[in-house]
Nanobody, 118 residues
Framework: QVQLVESGGGLVQPGGSLRLSCEAS????????TNWYRQAPGKERELVAA????????SYGDFVKGRFTISRDSAKNTVYLQMNSLKPEDTAVYYCNVDGPGQEYDYWGQGTQVTASS
Protein backbone atom coordinates (compact mmCIF):
# COMPACT_ATOMS: atom_id res chain seq x y z
CA GLN A 1 0.00 0.00 0.00
CA VAL A 2 0.90 3.65 -0.42
CA GLN A 3 0.25 6.39 2.08
CA LEU A 4 -0.12 9.95 0.81
CA VAL A 5 0.01 13.02 3.04
CA GLU A 6 -0.94 16.38 1.56
CA SER A 7 -0.13 19.75 3.04
CA GLY A 8 0.05 23.39 2.09
CA GLY A 9 -3.58 24.33 1.62
CA GLY A 10 -5.13 27.41 3.15
CA LEU A 11 -6.83 30.74 2.59
CA VAL A 12 -5.31 33.16 0.11
CA GLN A 13 -6.49 36.32 -1.57
CA PRO A 14 -7.25 36.21 -5.29
CA GLY A 15 -4.01 36.65 -7.21
CA GLY A 16 -2.01 34.99 -4.45
CA SER A 17 0.01 31.78 -4.43
CA LEU A 18 0.14 28.50 -2.56
CA ARG A 19 2.34 25.42 -2.81
CA LEU A 20 0.82 22.05 -2.09
CA SER A 21 2.93 19.05 -1.12
CA CYS A 22 2.19 15.35 -1.40
CA GLU A 23 4.56 13.04 0.43
CA ALA A 24 4.35 9.34 -0.42
CA SER A 25 5.44 6.40 1.69
CA UNK A 26 5.07 2.63 1.59
CA UNK A 27 5.08 0.69 -1.70
CA UNK A 28 6.15 3.72 -3.73
CA UNK A 29 8.44 2.07 -6.26
CA UNK A 30 5.55 1.03 -8.48
CA UNK A 31 4.10 4.52 -8.84
CA UNK A 32 3.65 5.26 -12.54
CA UNK A 33 2.03 8.69 -12.30
CA THR A 34 1.18 11.17 -9.55
CA ASN A 35 -1.88 13.33 -10.04
CA TRP A 36 -3.43 16.32 -8.37
CA TYR A 37 -7.21 16.44 -8.54
CA ARG A 38 -9.62 18.94 -7.10
CA GLN A 39 -13.28 18.94 -6.19
CA ALA A 40 -15.38 22.00 -5.49
CA PRO A 41 -18.75 21.81 -3.70
CA GLY A 42 -21.44 20.54 -6.03
CA LYS A 43 -18.97 19.81 -8.82
CA GLU A 44 -17.28 16.69 -10.11
CA ARG A 45 -13.69 15.90 -9.30
CA GLU A 46 -11.34 17.15 -12.04
CA LEU A 47 -7.72 16.53 -12.91
CA VAL A 48 -5.47 19.51 -12.23
CA ALA A 49 -2.00 18.20 -13.10
CA ALA A 50 -0.02 15.00 -13.50
CA UNK A 51 3.64 13.99 -13.52
CA UNK A 52 5.10 10.72 -14.80
CA UNK A 53 7.58 8.96 -12.55
CA UNK A 54 9.69 7.52 -15.37
CA UNK A 55 10.52 10.69 -17.28
CA UNK A 56 9.02 13.62 -15.37
CA UNK A 57 6.61 14.41 -18.19
CA UNK A 58 3.82 16.72 -17.03
CA SER A 59 0.30 17.52 -18.13
CA TYR A 60 -2.32 20.01 -16.96
CA GLY A 61 -6.02 20.69 -17.06
CA ASP A 62 -7.00 23.34 -19.60
CA PHE A 63 -8.15 25.69 -16.87
CA VAL A 64 -4.61 25.90 -15.42
CA LYS A 65 -3.38 28.00 -18.37
CA GLY A 66 0.20 28.36 -17.17
CA ARG A 67 -0.69 29.32 -13.61
CA PHE A 68 0.20 26.02 -11.91
CA THR A 69 3.37 23.93 -11.98
CA ILE A 70 3.71 20.32 -10.86
CA SER A 71 7.16 19.10 -9.85
CA ARG A 72 8.79 16.40 -7.78
CA ASP A 73 11.67 15.81 -5.39
CA SER A 74 12.52 12.13 -5.72
CA ALA A 75 14.87 12.20 -2.73
CA LYS A 76 11.96 13.31 -0.53
CA ASN A 77 9.31 11.17 -2.27
CA THR A 78 7.31 14.36 -2.61
CA VAL A 79 5.36 15.94 -5.44
CA TYR A 80 4.51 19.62 -5.37
CA LEU A 81 1.85 21.78 -6.96
CA GLN A 82 2.84 25.42 -7.18
CA MET A 83 -0.27 27.51 -7.74
CA ASN A 84 0.05 31.15 -8.77
CA SER A 85 -2.52 33.78 -9.74
CA LEU A 86 -5.20 31.95 -7.81
CA LYS A 87 -8.81 32.75 -8.63
CA PRO A 88 -11.96 32.29 -6.56
CA GLU A 89 -12.95 29.47 -8.91
CA ASP A 90 -9.83 27.57 -7.84
CA THR A 91 -11.43 27.10 -4.43
CA ALA A 92 -11.75 23.36 -3.82
CA VAL A 93 -10.39 20.42 -1.90
CA TYR A 94 -7.20 19.28 -3.62
CA TYR A 95 -6.32 15.60 -3.59
CA CYS A 96 -3.11 13.78 -4.37
CA ASN A 97 -3.47 10.47 -6.21
CA VAL A 98 -1.01 7.86 -7.45
CA ASP A 99 -1.57 5.21 -10.08
CA GLY A 100 0.49 2.16 -10.89
CA PRO A 101 0.24 -1.27 -12.48
CA GLY A 102 -3.21 -2.79 -12.22
CA GLN A 103 -6.52 -1.34 -11.15
CA GLU A 104 -5.83 -2.00 -7.48
CA TYR A 105 -2.79 0.28 -7.43
CA ASP A 106 -4.75 3.49 -6.98
CA TYR A 107 -4.24 5.51 -3.80
CA TRP A 108 -5.58 8.84 -2.55
CA GLY A 109 -4.60 11.34 0.08
CA GLN A 110 -6.99 12.88 2.56
CA GLY A 111 -7.26 16.17 0.68
CA THR A 112 -6.32 19.73 1.55
CA GLN A 113 -8.61 22.75 1.34
CA VAL A 114 -7.63 25.66 -0.89
CA THR A 115 -9.71 28.81 -0.66
CA ALA A 116 -9.09 31.90 -2.79
CA SER A 117 -11.23 34.67 -1.39
CA SER A 118 -11.00 38.29 -0.33
Amino acid sequence: QVQLVESGGGLVQPGGSLRLSCEASGDIFRIVVTNWYRQAPGKERELVAAIMTSNGRTSYGDFVKGRFTISRDSAKNTVYLQMNSLKPEDTAVYYCNVDGPGQEYDYWGQGTQVTASS
